[in-house]
């Protein structure tokens, strides 16, 4: 007779590889205990929030050493199926702990073990007696006259901020008209988080622009394909009109009652296309991305598990939100570094998509001006079927890009007298220039001119980064700050000197030259304030003979029509970097922010200063031609045996002990010992051997094709899991690593 299966298997959310065994909890049959739901078990001397993959009539512990789960928290499973087992290929392919993995697709408050159920709100709205009342009749009741106009306006009812413009009595008034039977207060779902930026009049008065013929190539391709799995690279110049073929496939999935998914690099700099997109479909639309409360992230989560709303807008995070009718899948910037997760599990977004396509028979488009290199690969392997958009959209011409040679110019604060004359040329025209320096602060380094001392941060390997405008020394690297010293801690001179520029110190350098004209600086100190980011940006399109100057906040998505001249002031950053992917990231970079040049009727002008005009690098993109930048680059892979021609993976360790990274990382070599098609590589210390106080070291995997790379990892995880060696570092595993410091 077979055994009952009522060991419950459950994954918990700890640096495990593995899941646990329980017995069921009290009072619940087993057949209600079904893979995806929640149970509150106990686990070590206190008890954790679980997820059942499964049961089963077998352990590896005796029966009598089972606990008991204690509760179920879920009705239903909260994951789907296809999900659950989508997560489950993740935490094998990334070897990340499952219950980690699995609990990164929750949002907080689930996390926590709180109801799967959307928040409540209170919405006041008119009955059937106070809409037939005219406001005019309450000519001696002004107040409740007006509250009756307001709510008149919000015939589904009006939260407190639609009222709180009437003053802080409308509560009193409200109660007034509820005594005379006028209005109720009603508890309803809140409704998921949106974008604000359209409203009624904005929506009523956009008209789409008509597809140019490529475009509707691209269109109809994608549409073709809906139902099936197909993985489409679409490559588009910049301002092709990428984002209005994404418009058109989203109304088509829309209409057959599908949904789709948009994942963007960074939803706080992408206003603009979020309010496309909401002119544009007319539909509910959720965003979600780390900028919302638990409460905002948890109701667009529902919204879209339950299927109320189509259309899905979120950073890498939302490639885990689950979808009951899934449809579609968009990857806007696909190539961008942000979609790496850097922390804790460290899943790539954009190969997550792709994967959760195939497994969904759904199509998925990946949308770049510069495609990495790994999809470009795939779709010169047929694994992609590869989409060119060629031309701008509305017959806008390419900008003209120019090399400024300012080896033997002088400089003032990183501008050369070229571009200073090119500036006044374009804003004597009344049009608009944007300025890119990808450095923040006022100036890289603080040095002494008599002793040669040189301010550097105390817990990394990085110099003290000088910020004239908080009047603060800063690391970039480890958030440590330090007053700005008036005199040189080392000798005790006075003779200290800023060296090099940031975004500070070229405005400084900006309003000497251009006194009386708006200049927005636009970096992460700038925008720190929430709203401040849409703020200046709504300065800059209204305004004329502005300069914007920024770093690479800028170069992502922005439609900013009034500018005639983009001015790259140091492209030398990342031409002979130690990373092998920094001149891929260089190239993308600087089409990137050139392509915010010129975008309407207006001609751009792009002007990069640089002290090596020779290098190759410089001579493709004078041709806009990324696509023989990238052949380039993929012999140059090809020949090294770099990826997308191989595969990596990189153990990292780190600790306040120096030695100890190191020894943890040698044992973990003589365990891979010598594994056939597989290099091992170091260890040795990271390019960055210090990061807020910890001494760091990595290893280093390098294989032709994943399955023996997998199967040494699937061998070599688990064992420095239990090595002593590995409980004196903090040790990560890192599988196609976007950095390598």
């Known amino acids: 007779m077979n055994a009952p299966q009522d060991i419950v298997q459950v994954a918990v959310p700890v640096p495990l590889y593995q899941s646990f065994d329980y017995l069921p909890p009290p009072g619940i049959p087993l057949a209600s205990l079904r893979p995806g739901m929640r149970l509150r078990v106990p686990f070590g001397r206190g008890t954790q929030v679980g997820l059942i993959l499964g049961t089963s009539s077998h352990s590896t512990l005796p029966r009598a050493r089972l606990k008991r789960a204690l509760a179920l928290l879920d009705t239903e499973p909260l994951l ?81 901020q639609d009222l709180d413009p009437l003053g802080g009595h409308w509560r009193r008034t409200a109660a007034a008209l509820a005594a005379k039977g006028w209005l109720e207060a009603v508890a309803i779902p809140a409704p998921p988080p949106a974008l604000a930026g359209s409203g009624p009049a904005e929506v009523s008065d956009y008209h789409p622009p008509a597809l140019h013929g490529p475009q509707q190539e691209a269109v109809q391709t994608i549409c073709t394909a809906l139902g099936r799995f197909t993985a489409f690279l679409l490559e588009g110049v910049t301002g092709s009109g990428k984002t209005e073929v994404y418009l058109h496939a989203i109304e088509t999935a829309v209409a057959r009652d599908l949904q789709a998914l948009v994942l963007v690099p960074e939803i706080g700099l992408t206003p603009q296309l979020v309010r496309r997109f909401q002119r544009h479909l007319r539909l509910p639309l959720a965003v979600f991305h780390s900028g919302l ?64 396509a195939r497994r969904s028979g759904i199509p998925v488009v990946l949308g770049s001006a510069t495609p990495s290199l790994e999809s470009l690969h795939n779709a010169a392997g047929g694994r992609y079927r590869h989409l060119h958009l060629t031309q701008r959209a509305g017959g806008a011409e390419p900008p003209r890009l120019k090399l400024l040679d300012v080896r ?128 200046l940006l709504a300065r800059l399109e209204g305004g004329r003979r502005q300069i914007l100057l920024g770093t690479q906040m800028i170069a992502k998505g922005h439609h900013l029509p009034r500018i005639t001249l983009v001015g790259i002031l140091d492209a030398d950053q990342g031409l002979f970097g130690a990373d092998f992917r920094a001149t891929e990231r260089l190239a993308q970079l600087i089409l990137q922010v050139a392509g915010r040049a010129g975008r309407a009727a207006r001609t751009g002008e792009v002007l990069i200063q640089t002290r090596f005009p020779e290098h190759p690098l410089f001579e493709c993109l004078l041709r806009h031609d990324y696509a023989a930048f990238s052949r380039q680059l993929l012999e140059e892979r090809r020949q090294c045996q770099l990826p997308p021609f191989a595969v990596m993976a990189l153990l990292r360790a780190e600790a306040v002990n120096q030695e100890a990274p190191l020894a943890f990382l040698q044992e973990a070599a003589r365990r891979a010992g010598e594994p056939p098609d597989v290099q091992v590589l170091g260890p040795a210390p990271s390019p960055m051997a210090r990061l807020a106080g910890r001494h760091r070291a990595q290893l280093l995997f390098l294989a032709r094709r994943r399955a023996p790379l997998h199967r040494l990892l699937d061998r070599l995880v688990p064992a420095l899991g239990r090595s002593p060696a590995a409980r004196r570092v903090r040790w990560s595993l890192d599988v196609d690593p976007q950095e390598l410091f």
Not at 85 to 103: D, K, N, S
Not at 299 to 320: E, M
Request: hydrophobic share 40%; charged share 25%; glycine share 8%.
């Open 80 to 160: 789907p199926a296809g999900m659950l087992g989508l997560l489950q290929w993740a935490a094998a392919y990334y070897h990340h702990p499952l219950g980690e993995v699995l609990f990164t697709a929750l949002p907080g408050p689930l996390r926590a073990g709180k109801p799967a159920r959307q928040a409540l709100t209170k919405r006041y709205r008119l009955t059937d007696a106070g809409r037939r009342v005219d406001p005019r009749e309450l000519a001696r009741a002004p107040r409740q006259a007006a509250l009756l106009r307001r709510l008149l306006a919000f015939p589904e009812g009006a939260q407190a």
């Open 293 to 356: 409360s638990a409460g905002e992230r948890l109701a667009a989560w529902l919204a879209a598990r339950d299927g109320r709303v189509p259309v899905i807008i979120g950073t890498r995070s939302a490639v885990f939100t689950p979808l009951r009718r899934p449809g579609l899948i968009i990857i806007d910037e696909e190539h961008d570094p942000s979609y790496k997760q850097q922390e804790g599990f460290r899943y790539h977004a954009r190969d997550i998509a792709v994967m959760r």
């Open 408 to 535: 033997h110019q002088p400089l003032d604060q990183g501008l050369s007298r070229p571009l200073l004359q090119a500036m006044q040329a374009h804003l004597d025209r009344d049009h608009q220039v944007l300025l890119f320096l990808n450095r923040r602060g006022y100036a890289p380094t603080l040095y002494c001119c008599a002793c040669g001392w040189i301010a550097t941060c105390s817990r990394c390997d990085a110099h003290l980064v000088v910020h004239r405008a908080r009047q603060c020394l800063h690391c970039h690297h480890c958030d440590s700050r330090h007053p700005l010293p008036d005199r040189c801690p080392g000798c005790g001179a006075g003779e200290l000197v800023a060296l090099g520029q940031g975004t500070e110190r070229v405005e400084e350098a900006l309003a000497r030259h251009f006194p009386g004209l708006e200049i927005l600086r636009i970096d992460r100190d700038s925008t720190r304030r929430k709203g401040s980011l849409q703020a």
